[in-house]
């Protein structure tokens, strides 16, 4: 017997024909049979965005103390995130942001660079352009249905994703020769973003968390405290949000997996400063 409930949170459903054995003739009926297309920990939405789960877990967040390159906000904190929670495999896209929000305002898009920019992370928004996305992408029918509620994740989440369970300067280890084959940034850039997901992912599954485009996180910025934190979400207040990852014009440094970066919540970026985003998601299944 076919059990549905675990296709109901993946929102994606395929005929069953595909998967019927050798010999067996496709049922006249025109009925779709939910069949599981995905493993449970991995979300397509409606509008086609996936989501990975991340589970639980402890990690040291931020650099040891004399790494080279490190920055002196970096200082090493453990982290426990006590609760499952999805984030986006890639980048939000073009497409996915003008579908949601009407319009784009990325700089890289259209006629400006080849092959278009629809595949490509959308950039020049501002952390209250993205927040106000995850906003509206959970009130589409389909998404507050299937009660899947979109944020930014903490910077603490980005970092544990970012990692996949690697403790080094990136999600790869710390040779830095290999970054290239993980991410768009200053040496093969070619002075433009490119279409998520085109490099290698992390353990995890996770695409372009280095490099292509800064990633806008919820929290204000302070430097790190050194003391052990529990789900952290930042400071209650601040003048700077966060935003990780490096992008395709900075330096291998910028795209280390603690490198920190925060601006005014309303600044979108510029010409050579390109910030976009991914999202979080909290489902009902998740912990
Ligand atoms: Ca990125
Ligand atoms: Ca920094």
Redesign the pocket.
């Known amino acids: 017997m076919i059990h549905p409930a675990p296709l109901l949170c993946l929102g994606v459903a395929v005929a069953a024909t595909s998967f019927l054995p050798p010999g067996v003739a496709p049922s006249e009926s025109s009925e779709p049979i939910a069949v599981p297309i995905a493993s449970p920990s991995e979300v397509i939405n409606s509008i086609g965005m996936k989501l990975v789960l991340i589970p639980e877990g402890q990690f040291a967040m931020g650099s040891p103390r004399g790494s080279r390159n490190a920055d002196l906000d970096e200082r090493q904190t453990a982290v426990t995130i006590t609760r499952d929670y999805h984030i986006g495999a890639f980048?939000v896209t073009q497409s996915q942001f003008q579908r949601v929000m009407g319009r784009n305002p990325s700089q890289f898009q259209g006629t400006r660079v080849e092959g278009g920019g629809e595949h490509r992370p959308v950039e020049q928004v501002s952390w209250n352009d993205a927040v106000d996305f995850c906003k509206r992408l959970s009130e589409l029918p389909e998404e507050k249905g299937a009660g899947r509620v979109y944020r930014l994740p903490t910077e603490a989440e980005w970092e544990y994703a970012c990692r996949g369970g690697n403790a080094g300067n990136y999600a790869f280890g710390d040779r830095v020769e290999a970054l290239g084959d993980y991410a768009w940034f200053e040496d093969n850039s070619d002075g433009r973003t490119h279409p998520v997901g085109k490099k290698k992912p992390n353990a995890w599954g996770l695409h372009?968390?280095h490099?292509?485009?800064?990633?806008w996180c919820a929290d204000w910025y302070v430097p790190h405290a050194g003391r052990p934190l529990i789900d952290p979400t930042g400071p209650s207040q601040g003048t700077d949000r966060v935003y990780r990852?490096g992008g395709w014009s900075y330096a291998a440094s910028y795209c280390r997996s603690a490198n920190r970066t925060a601006t005014n919540p309303s600044f979108a970026g510029f010409e050579f400063l390109s910030i976009g985003f991914r999202v979080a998601m909290d489902a009902p299944a998740d912990k």
């Open positions: 980048e372009d968390m490099g292509n485009v800064w990633e990852g």
